[in-house]
């Protein structure tokens, strides 16, 4: 069974230009989380969907970040336009239900110059 | 609010040797709490978790993790230590949102450093 995929892996960026993660989850977890890791601090929650309906979006830093999952599939995080300050590591997560079962992908490193 | 502390940023173990990494948190509830390790170009992994039971949880990969009410720690351990072992560990605690849905708090992340 495919585990958690991200895409990019790296993405490289000017301030004030437009980046769109891609996650996609195991096959069959209603469950998708976003997560955030600014370098050398702790991994931070952004939100969560419960198939294509976002569950909690509490985490998100500002109305620059938009994340969609359509279909409840795959989910996409855009950063527009992004700031120097959203350089991080970004990492999802799934799980069918709960906590207990969430897997998490290797993370897109996003930097902005 | 919930809050996760691993108060060594880094920690550096001679192979074979033992090794505890400290995690303290704050929780007014009973906690879940995890343990995740992150190797270079991985994702997370999750190494044990603690829900309810028996307070020494047993890992993959040789960890166990000892949880006590009393000081709010649950602390990693192996009691000896391979090369493989060097990666980030994160400790981290489950709880329920306003929004009724689970999500975890991190701590900061302590990283094990192998000599030989």
């Known amino acids: 069974e495919a585990g958690v995929t991200q895409f990019p892996s790296h993405s490289v960026i000017e301030k004030g230009q437009t980046v769109t993660l891609r996650c996609d989850p195991i096959?069959?977890?209603?469950?998708l989380y976003w997560y955030r890791r600014v370098m050398g601090k702790e991994i931070k929650f952004l939100l969560h969907?419960?198939?294509?309906?976002?569950?909690?979006e509490s985490g998100m830093p500002n109305n620059r970040f938009l994340a969609e999952r359509t279909g409840g599939t795959y989910s996409t995080l855009k950063v527009q336009p992004a700031e120097l300050e959203d350089s991080g590591v970004y990492f999802c997560?799934?799980?069918?239900?709960?906590?207990?079962?969430?897997?998490f992908g290797p993370g897109t490193r996003l930097t902005v110059l | 609010a919930q809050s996760v502390t691993q108060p060594d940023i880094h920690i550096t173990v001679s192979e074979g040797a033992s090794l505890e990494l400290r995690c303290n948190y704050s929780?007014?509830?009973?906690?879940?709490l995890f343990w995740y390790v992150q190797s270079p170009g991985q994702g997370l992994q999750l190494l044990l978790k603690?829900?309810?039971?028996?307070?020494l949880v047993q890992g993959i990969k040789g960890f166990e993790a000892e949880f006590k009410r009393s000081q709010s720690s649950f602390n990693l351990r192996k009691p000896s230590v391979h090369w493989s072992d060097a990666a980030e560990y994160f400790c981290?605690?489950?709880?329920?949102?306003?929004?009724?849905?689970?999500?975890?708090?991190f701590g900061t992340g302590t990283r094990l450093t192998i000599i030989p």
């Open positions: 929780y007014g509830a009973t906690p879940y």
């Open positions: 603690y829900f309810s039971g028996d307070t």
């Open positions: 997560a799934s799980a069918y239900r709960g906590l207990n079962e969430q897997f």
């Open positions: 096959s069959g977890h209603d469950n």
């Open positions: 981290a605690v489950a709880f329920i949102s306003n929004f009724g849905n689970e999500k975890l708090t």
């Open positions: 969907f419960v198939k294509e309906s976002k569950q909690d």
